[in-house]
């Protein structure tokens, strides 16, 4: 009787725990970083998927055990994907070798396999090629993901450990492109300074508005421009109807801002506001073979000043850098050849920071260099720096490709002159230029400003700076205007976008980082032997301790006592 309560006891206690497991959800990170622990951005985007999520991860096969590993890290993060999303969300893993009309479809869409060496035996080594591609699918919604884009080095060799902490923001990310949302963000875009028009950069135009609603601003009639609500108190909130803008973008100004224009887009940034400058200051049109450098008066200094901000009025020369496509000669037309080109910067020194952490290299064109000066309340961070083989030149200058070619500076001048910043984001409470002058009116805007002035920020503010006018065009092929935007620019001018926008959901995830711990290289040289021994023995002692103590235990528990 007493046997057959405790079996209901325990069938009671294990119905119990079923009843609570599917009513409450509950899983145990033990890692110090909490490394297999979903980022609360990823589990905001996961319960805004619209309906079931298919995941195919194209990372099956017979490779090394780093790889293997690595397709373990992604297994892992899906699971945990899953058993948080409120809709299904499966996911496979397929070995696209065994499939070639799958190996077109990467061909068609470029995907260039990565070659691995695979050991078989001590003397032989096997060829085979990684394709590590993710495809998230949702109704009729396609995302394709590089998983390790911005992981590879020139020589082929890939950071698994890094791409591996990239993962989740990927995936998250695909899902943020599927999740529908109800009312994208505002996005300004600066118009009437002779900046480039989104027409002239359509890659940039669909990416942004399949999250953004796009307007163009003009602020030269003297408009107040509101700041999105969600960086507003949720006092402030309920009391405002409509919204305002998340981000300003100013792309590329050739002309003057007037001092009312100034006011407006410095009122908005002390009102929380978020400014994206893509901006140089010199002009150049190199129509012909030589052109003459015209200097750019743009009226932003004091501005620029006051912010922290000081351009170096010069363009950067790098010995790393991309080609200038130019006619060599005419034979039934002209006959088009490329050259590496000075003045076409590669940049792909990138501190760390949530914006960068997936961008490869960027090519800048007659780009200059940036500089900063410390302010009080505001935090600047440098974003992105020239090679160390580049250099400033200032001054008005004669660019004649024709000459520059056939006499290149030698390397030795670039020398100990590198490393130019030519990015930066600037965060925190912005003072005003205007605060001991009366608000400014022109003949644009007559009338005094209705909202009110603020002599320094009333909530933190952020403005970044890039000092190329020309980051988000397409590339150039034989003189006209390709469909695609060069190397990694599209993904930086992005990020800076959701940066800025305070795309929580991405933010979260891109500065999340995980701490890998590798082992001592010198310690494991030095103990080889111990470790070794330490490895197969302890496991050996452990499994005889637990029989020897069973065995005994045993037959102390049932031994019949002498009568």
Not at 375 to 386: C, D, N, P, V
Request: positive net charge; hydrophobic residues 40%.
């Amino acid at each position: 009787m007493k046997a057959f309560l405790q079996f209901l006891t325990l069938l009671a206690a294990l119905v119990l725990l079923h009843l609570l497991g599917q009513r409450y959800f509950v899983r145990v990170d033990l890692t110090a970083e909490k490394r297999y622990t979903l980022s609360a951005g990823t589990e905001k985007l996961l319960a805004q998927l619209p309906q079931a999520v298919y995941v195919t991860v194209y990372l099956e096969g017979d490779f090394p055990y780093p790889i293997q590993r690595y397709r373990q890290a992604i297994a892992t993060l899906l699971a945990e994907m899953r058993a948080r999303a409120p809709k299904p969300l499966n996911f496979t893993f397929v070995n696209p070798a065994k499939n070639p009309q799958l190996l077109q479809n990467f061909k068609q869409r470029g995907i260039q396999p990565i070659p691995i060496n695979v050991r078989v035996s001590q003397t032989e080594t096997r060829r085979q090629y990684m394709y590590p591609i993710a495809v998230v699918q949702s109704g009729q919604r396609e995302v394709w993901v590089d998983l390790v884009k911005g992981n590879l080095y020139p020589t082929g060799e890939i950071n698994l450990l890094e791409a591996e902490q990239e993962v989740e923001y990927k995936i998250a990310a695909a899902l943020r492109q599927i999740v529908v949302f109800n009312e994208k963000p505002l996005l300004g875009i600066l118009e009437g300074h002779g900046e480039y028009r989104l027409e002239q950069m359509p890659q940039l135009r669909a990416e942004l508005e399949q999250f953004y609603r796009l307007l163009p601003v003009r602020v030269r009639e003297g408009q107040a421009l509101a700041p999105a609500k969600a960086y507003l108190p949720d006092s402030l909130q309920k009391r405002l109807t409509g919204d305002g803008y998340a981000a300003i973008l100013i792309m590329g100004p050739d002309s003057a801002f007037t001092e009312r224009e100034k006011y407006e887009l410095e009122q908005y940034l002390l009102r929380g506001g978020r400014l994206l400058w893509l901006l140089d200051h010199h002009r150049i049109n190199l129509t012909e073979s030589a052109a003459l450098t015209q200097l750019r008066e743009l009226s932003l200094d004091d501005l620029f000043f006051r912010w922290g901000w000081r351009p170096g009025y010069d363009l950067v020369q790098d010995l790393s850098c991309g080609y200038i496509e130019v006619i060599r000669g005419y034979y039934n037309g002209p006959l088009w050849g490329a050259e590496k080109w000075l003045y076409y910067p590669i940049v792909y020194i990138f501190p760390p920071h949530p914006i960068t952490r997936t961008v490869d290299a960027v090519l800048y064109r007659y780009g200059g260099s940036a500089d900063t000066l410390s302010r009080s309340g505001l935090k600047h961070t440098l974003l992105a720096l020239t090679s160390p083989l580049s250099r400033s030149v200032k001054g008005t200058q004669i660019i004649d490709i024709n000459l520059a070619l056939k006499n290149p500076p030698s390397p030795e001048a670039f020398r100990g002159k590198g490393f130019r910043p030519v990015a930066v984001l600037t965060e925190g409470i912005f003072e005003s230029v205007f605060a001991d002058r009366e608000p400014p009116t022109d003949s644009y805007a007559p009338k005094p400003p209705t909202a009110r002035f603020l002599p320094r920020s009333g909530l933190p503010g952020k403005a970044i700076w890039i000092t190329d006018g020309e980051l988000a065009l397409p590339a150039e092929v034989q003189g006209k205007a390709a469909d695609y935007v060069p190397l990694d620019n599209l993904t930086f001018l992005l990020n800076c976008i959701d940066y800025l926008t305070g795309e929580i959901a991405l933010t979260q995830v891109r500065s999340r980082s995980v701490q890998i711990r590798k082992l001592d290289p010198a310690f494991v040289r030095a103990h080889t032997l111990a470790i070794q021994a330490f490895n197969l023995g302890l496991p050996l002692l452990l499994m005889g301790g637990l029989g020897i103590g069973l065995y005994f235990w045993r037959r102390y528990r049932y031994q019949k006592p002498l009568v």
